[in-house]
């Protein structure tokens, strides 16, 4: 009797899109670039508190940094489909290169002014938000549908990899000295330009046609209109990014007020532990992550998410807060794995550029949603914001899981 064929083993499954040279070359270079990130966002988010001593100018100084997102993510949609996504990311590259070149100068002379952060956020929301979407597109180019899921997942882990390592060495060198923090995110930049200058220029021609990017852009919320499962999910995305992600960016805040450190050093270890949970989250998704209903687990874990963050608020323990942060990180990962295979694995060829552009402005406005809470915290407790937002997040889950059964069914 033929012996029955053996099903690959999960690592192996995990790993299959490595087999690819181009998503080598892409995952190369988005670890580079989320290392940067990462380290900016806490360096830039420390420096401004330390400038200023207000919440709401944190709050504040991410919105600004947002202002571009609403322009420059739409337009990254639209040319990403009509094929232009290689130079898209080279040039979005050199544009942070430049603006932390400039940052890095300032506080390095210590020539640096709270008004500089106002003038140089923007164009790194900028930046963030055209390359964002367009290495979202370029992973499915690369790979296919077949090892979307491994690509999804692979890319996830070397995101959160970064979010360890970015908070900690930005956390770290603060301590040495800011101007150091400034310079490291600056050789990052520019190491992640690298593998992008060795992929082809690829990318055909999708379904744009002769539409400006206004008509794209109608064509797409059409879409999302009529297409009944990617639109509740997209949404979804939006109130975690604007009520449960930008109420993390109070950590500088929460670090100082409640936990009493100004120097910076638990404010990077909650953003360590926040993505060092994101990871267990991800290589846990790697290997268990084959599940059926994904949908189902993803309303479970955006309903979770929200009950995390409601109950930070209620601790001033640093051991408990790190514990919290890590419960947080795994499920972040958790939700962004699971929501971009159900999206990627839905949404139609033609408009694929276009449609992750308007997931990613979720991402885009947790800085919007970042001058909310900051407005809430400086009227109100830190308790009460995180317990507001929290619940909100967890109703809106329920929301959706109640009124969405193609949701549920994914």
């Not at 270890?269 to 790697?286: I, R, Y």
Request: with cysteine; net charge positive.
């Amino acid at each position: 009797m033929a012996e029955p064929e053996r099903r690959p083993r999960a690592p192996r499954l995990a790993l299959a899109a490595l087999r690819y040279r181009d998503f080598r070359l892409l995952i190369l270079s988005t670890g580079t670039l989320q290392l940067g990130i990462w380290s900016t966002l806490v360096t830039s988010g420390w420096m401004v508190y330390h400038l200023s001593d207000s919440s709401f100018q944190v709050g504040l100084f991410s919105f600004v940094s947002s202002i571009l997102i609403l322009i420059t993510t739409p337009l990254s949609g639209y040319l990403s489909d009509r094929g232009k996504r290689r130079l898209i990311m080279i040039g979005t590259q050199s544009i942070l290169i430049g603006a932390s070149l400039i940052l890095a100068v300032l506080v390095t002379t210590d020539a640096i002014r709270l008004w500089h952060f106002f003038v140089l956020g923007p164009i790194y929301g900028g930046s963030f938000s055209m390359s964002g979407p367009t290495r979202m597109a370029l992973v499915h180019d690369v790979v296919g549908g077949k090892e979307l899921a491994s690509a999804v997942t692979l890319n996830s882990i070397t995101t959160n990899v970064m979010r360890v390592i970015g908070p900690a060495i930005g956390g770290t060198l603060i301590g040495f000295g800011p101007e150091y923090a400034f310079w490291f995110p600056l050789v990052a930049y520019t190491v992640a330009l690298w593998p992008l200058l060795l992929l082809p220029l690829g990318g055909a021609r999708q379904g744009t046609g002769q539409n400006n990017v206004f008509t794209s852009l109608k064509e797409t919320i059409g879409y999302l209109r009529r297409e009944g499962t990617i639109g509740p999910l997209i949404a979804l995305a939006f109130v975690t990014g604007i009520f449960g992600t930008a109420s993390l960016q109070l950590l500088p805040v929460y670090a100082d007020r409640v936990l009493g450190s100004s120097d910076g050093t638990m404010l990077g270890w909650l953003h360590s532990s926040l993505g060092f949970g994101a990871l267990l989250g991800a290589v846990a998704m790697s290997l268990f992550g084959q599940v059926k209903r994904r949908g189902r687990m993803f309303l479970i874990t955006v309903a979770v998410y929200g009950g995390m963050l409601a109950l930070l608020g209620f601790t001033g323990a640093f051991a408990l807060a790190v514990l919290i942060m890590a419960a947080l990180g795994v499920l972040t990962a958790m939700m962004l794995i699971t929501n971009n295979i159900l999206i990627q694995s839905h949404v139609a060829g033609h408009i694929r550029g276009r449609v992750l552009s308007i997931y990613f402005l979720s991402f885009s406005f947790t800085n919007i949603g970042a001058i909310l809470n900051g407005t809430l915290a400086e009227w109100f407790a830190l308790k009460t914001t995180f317990l507001t937002v929290g619940c909100l997040v967890t109703a809106c889950a329920a929301f959706v899981a109640l009124r969405s059964r193609a949701v549920r069914e994914m």
